[in-house]
């Protein structure tokens, strides 16, 4: 088996292609490449260990310890103090282990709308073009009268073993009372504006489905891909180019001080005959670029490092789905929440493995919606929120404003609050017009980043306004839950004396909350409470985007790669990560980026006159 950590042995010293990074697309190029051609002989660089027997990357329930950072399986990357966040500094968790994201994420099958592809306006790009590698990668194991989804991928979509019932019919049940109809299926790329049950990246025996798992460990156990080689617990620092033709024609690589104790001052390097691709994702890849001189030369200057290509695009127009979760006490069993093996860790997290109980293949999130405001909402939300509503939103009906998800469990560390059960809402906006950046500040690995996440400083405050909306909806579906027990001290908004909207009475008994005006009263200073809170505790929510968009390298447009994922000003140099997305998604992110692993696969088979 080609699988070796931090050293690579002497007879592979050159390769034809090399991967950096063995995140979500990594390992699916790696993986379809041998496919396609078992003589290719392919090295996959990846920065974190491996993922394979480690069950808290097995089992969906425990998806909270892989963002702890004594883990291991997470790479956090602090961002500055941010004066509209209440001075507050962002640490944004990304995959740092085999499978990347796929491996830590909470597992939620959740998809795009087609008018999102479409937004992109890049050739071969569009949704119609990119439906069916989205469905190459997966095995639906749902209704699907329309033949939208994928029935032969390597990854399961499935309910898994385990779904906690009650909180799920009444997060169903609330959305409809407050105008949010059940949809059968809200992952078909065009329904909108209802609530649905949900789906998971788990298998029907509550295995998660990461890549490495389902992609790239049966070929590299399975002794038909001899060429196929992994190296873990390896940091690539930069890529080399030949100063003749700016031809990336190798990678600078160390092993992962983390986990080579002693070896930190090993530099290696590794030469490919045919192709570099870079996947390391939002945060990772425009490091790796600017390291090796590929940039805007102002920040390649003030870094010390020589330019090779003037890129500009690199590292800019960052973005995440800014989420806030609000927590509510509620009537389920506590064995019943995902919080269960957390509140007494690690004696809770063992307790449960040993049990092999079926809520282990659960990930605590049975249902979510896609909202937007009625034409009478946005009227209430200014003018400057009204116009950019009419040019962006109004004529199209398939895009949703906000998502909001429901944990049967808190949606963060239940040991912040008060043993007792809870439900989370979370509620994130599906098209942020907040941008960021990331850039290296020096020419080392360990230097600074210069990170900026750029959440809620959008001109208009569209975002923050979209936030307080959010909030007064997420808050009207949870007292119109039949297993709601009230809000939790400390984490609502702190509301003016005598305010109307201090407390969220229960709407729960029979009938109570049908009447879709039945709403909670808030003024001016509750808006100011609300946003002041949201302000003070928005966070991320792990899908950056963005920062080394597909298109054009002149007019404007701040590209960095091509719809063949050329890297501009280079030669043999791709990219395959999220960080090529030219604009959101209405989606968690994961599905973009397997998208993405089996378009580039597809597109480097094809330049490569390989079978595929």
Not at 125 to 147: I, Q, V
Not at 334 to 344: G, M, R, Y
Not at 465 to 485: D, F, L, P
Request: proline residues 6%.
């Amino acid at each position: 088996m080609g699988l070796y950590t931090s050293t690579l042995p002497d007879n592979v010293q050159e390769v034809d292609v090399i991967i950096a990074g063995g995140g979500t697309a990594g390992c699916i190029v790696a993986s379809r490449l041998a496919d396609a051609d078992p003589n290719l002989v392919i090295l996959l660089i990846e920065h974190g260990a491996n993922n394979q027997g480690n069950p808290l990357i097995t089992n969906p329930l425990l998806w909270r310890a892989n963002l702890a950072p004594e883990t291991g399986t997470a790479i956090y990357y602090l961002a500055k103090n941010e004066s509209q966040l209440d001075n507050r500094s962002i640490a944004v968790a990304t995959g740092g282990v085999l499978g990347g994201g796929s491996s830590i994420n909470l597992s939620i099958y959740s998809r795009p709308q087609a008018v999102d592809y479409d937004a992109w306006k890049v050739k071969g790009w569009c949704a119609d073009d990119l439906r069916p590698f989205t469905n190459k990668a997966e095995t639906y194991h749902g209704d699907d009268p329309d033949g939208g989804h994928g029935h032969d991928g390597a990854i399961h979509v499935s309910k898994g073993p385990f779904r906690q019932l009650k909180s799920e019919r009444d997060f169903i049940s609330a959305m409809k009372q407050i105008g949010y109809p059940e949809i059968a299926d809200l992952q078909d790329f065009r329904s909108n504006n209802g609530a649905s049950r949900a789906f998971k990246y788990v298998s029907a025996d509550g295995k998660r489905q990461d890549v490495a798992s389902t992609y790239l460990h049966p070929r590299l156990q399975g002794g038909n891909h001899p060429n196929l080689h992994v190296l873990l617990g390896s940091q690539v620092i930069k890529v080399l180019f030949d100063e003749k033709d700016k031809r990336a024609v190798g990678v600078q690589y160390r092993p992962n001080p983390a986990l080579s104790e002693g070896a930190v001052r090993q530099v290696n390097e590794i030469r490919a005959r045919k192709l570099v691709v870079l996947s390391c994702g939002a945060l990772g890849t425009p490091g790796v670029l600017e390291r090796s001189g590929v940039g805007d030369p102002n920040v390649l200057n003030k870094a010390r490092i020589p330019l090779v290509a003037d890129i500009p695009g690199v590292g800019n127009g960052y973005q995440d789905h800014q989420v806030i979760s609000y927590h509510y006490r509620v009537d389920v069993p506590k064995n019943e929440t995902s919080d269960a093996p957390f509140v007494d860790r690690p004696d809770g997290i063992k307790k449960i493995l040993v049990s092999n109980d079926k809520v282990l293949g659960w990930n605590g999130f049975d249902s979510s919606a896609k909202i937007r405001p009625s034409e009478a909402e946005v009227d209430g939300l200014g003018s400057a929120y009204r116009r950019l509503w009419d040019r962006d939103y109004k004529a199209i009906p398939e895009k949703p404003l906000s998502t909001v998800i429901l944990s049967t469990g808190i949606l963060g560390d239940p040991r912040t609050v008060p043993e007792d059960s809870y439900i989370s809402l979370g509620v994130y906006n599906t098209y942020p017009y907040s941008r960021g950046h990331v850039h290296i500040t020096g020419p080392n690995f360990e230097d600074p980043l210069d990170f900026e996440t750029g959440f809620l400083a959008d001109e208009h405050n569209f975002d923050l306004t979209t936030h307080i909306w959010g909030y007064k909806k997420q808050r009207e579906v949870a007292r119109r839950m039949n297993c709601y027990r009230g809000e939790v001290e400390g984490h609502i908004p702190s509301f003016p004396p005598g305010s109307k909207a201090a407390v969220a009475t229960p709407l729960t008994q029979p009938n109570a909350g049908d009447d879709i005006n039945n709403l909670i009263e808030y003024g001016p200073d509750d808006d100011a409470a609300i946003g002041d809170w949201v302000r003070k505790n928005i966070t991320t929510c792990w899908h950056g985007l963005g920062t080394c968009k597909m298109a054009p390298l002149d007019g404007g447009d701040m590209g960095v790669v091509d719809e063949a994922l050329n890297v501009h000003g280079t030669l043999a140099l791709k990219i395959a990560d999220l960080s090529i997305a030219p604009g959101n998604v209405s989606a968690n992110t994961n599905n973009t980026a397997l998208m993405i692993g089996e378009k580039a696969a597809d597109i480097i088979i094809r330049e490569l006159s390989l079978s595929a």
